[in-house]
């Protein structure tokens, strides 16, 4: 299994970016897929998470600003996220589980994801 997170950058306040994550070596349309953060000196986070359904969940900070989504075809997900902040500055991760279902009950814990990308970095600073 192998995630390649990627398109972090150095932005300003109110600009976007859009986050990519590659996968390979499992079965990308049976995976629940998700981005955490973790910023210096706290723990990671939960930022949103899709479902094979398409449906999609985000944290709070995340709603209205951040879409998730994913292209099965190309084995893909990704992170669009508008009007940032600096409480946006972190390493951002995306993660993977094939749960038998397809459904993790417990998509906000990091605990439930068996394998993770290297993170890419966003900072978020005028």
């Known amino acids: 299994v192998q995630l390649q997170a990627s398109g972090g950058g150095l932005v300003q306040p109110g600009d976007s970016l859009r986050l990519s994550c590659a996968a390979s070596?499992?079965?990308?349309?049976?995976?629940?897929m998700a981005w955490f953060r973790q910023a210096p000196g706290k723990e990671r986070e939960f930022v949103a998470t899709?479902?094979?359904?398409?449906?999609?969940y985000y944290a709070d900070s995340a709603k209205g600003r951040f879409t998730i989504s994913r292209d099965n075809a190309k084995n893909m997900v990704y992170l669009q996220m508008n009007s940032l902040n600096v409480e946006d500055t972190a390493v951002y991760y995306c993660?993977?589980?094939?749960?038998?279902?397809?459904?993790?009950?417990?998509?906000?814990?990091?605990?439930?994801?068996?394998?993770w990308g290297q993170g890419t970095q966003v900072t978020v600073s005028s």
């Open positions: 899709i479902r094979l359904s398409g449906r999609s």
């Open positions: 993660a993977a589980d094939q749960p038998p279902n397809g459904i993790l009950s417990s998509f906000r814990s990091p605990l439930v994801y068996d394998s």
């Open positions: 070596g499992f079965t990308f349309s049976s995976a629940v």
